[in-house]
């Protein structure tokens, strides 16, 4: 799909603008990635990865918790998301691989870390995981996507021209409608839609997402999962009971391919876990790092 500009991104990302954003930048292999790096300075670090349209203001609450449990913490915005540059290429699984793997060489995180991934950031985290399982003490897995059939809308979209056409005539409407099926309440409903309106007035922003649509292999990962549960890194698969995204149908799946040492159904909770119950996500990532101390020497 070639590069689109959509009528309303009316922000460019550059040195200028980001000077009054807050977190830091740092320029990567494929770009500039925005990142923060807080928490108890001697705290063990959890790593955090996004979904499919997220900043990491995404995740402020877990972050907080996370923090009150002793916790240090790192997140990012992908690329084509948040303030992270909008890249001109290839929006796949190795790009965001990438992307993290380049990060934490850059910011000299050499120790095993806690790595938590949501929806497709699930993905991200695992196959991550699978390329460095030395640098993972434990892996978190929140609602992830990788199950089922690619939909035929999805399909449709691998075609360049119909994919083009789409994002620009429909591509805010179906991205919006999309984030309204996340969460069940609604006043999180419309506090997610700002946080990631303002993110996608830049430049780029629907291609971004649109390409990753069409480049990233979202469904039918079971292999993926299999793998990963093979690789003997203590991991925790999190799901919200009401989750309208990655339906909770596929947690047996899941648990049987991914082989968590726990698994826990939060109620009442739809697709984004850490986002609508993060005080509950960062009581259960705490504890079920604590419990694995072994992991944490290289």
Known sequence: MKYFVASDEDRRLDATTRRDLRGSFVSLSDGVTHYELTGPENGELAVLVGGITIPLSYWDGLVARLHARGLRTLTCSAYGRGYSDRVRGRYDEA????????????????????????????????????????????????????????????????????????????????????????????????????????????????????????????????????????????????????????????????????????????GHCGHMAPFERPDDVGDLLASFAVSHPDRLEP
Request: charged fraction near 25%.
């Open 95 to 266: 790009l965001f691989v990438r992307q993290l793997a380049e990060l934490t060489t850059a910011l000299d995180l050499t120790s095993p870390r806690h790595v938590v991934g949501t929806s497709m950031g699930a993905l991200v985290a695992m196959a991550y995981t699978d390329r460095y399982p030395e640098a993972v003490a434990t892996l978190t897995v929140v609602g992830p996507a990788g199950l089922g059939r690619r939909p035929l809308p999805q399909r449709l979209l691998r075609n360049d021209f119909v994919a083009g056409f789409v994002a620009r005539r429909f591509g805010r409407k179906l991205l919006e409608e999309h984030l309204g099926h996340n969460v069940r309440d609604p006043g999180l409903s419309a506090e997610l839609v700002a946080m990631v309106r303002d993110a996608y007035r830049h430049e780029g922003s629907l291609h971004a997402f649109f390409q990753t649509l069409q480049d990233f292999p979202l469904h039918e990962r079971q292999e993926l999962f299999e793998r990963t549960g093979k690789l003997g890194v203590p991991t925790l698969l999190v799901w919200g009971d009401d989750d309208q995204v990655t339906p909770i149908t596929h947690l047996d799946t899941v648990a049987g391919l991914l082989r968590p040492r726990r698994t826990h159904v939060i």
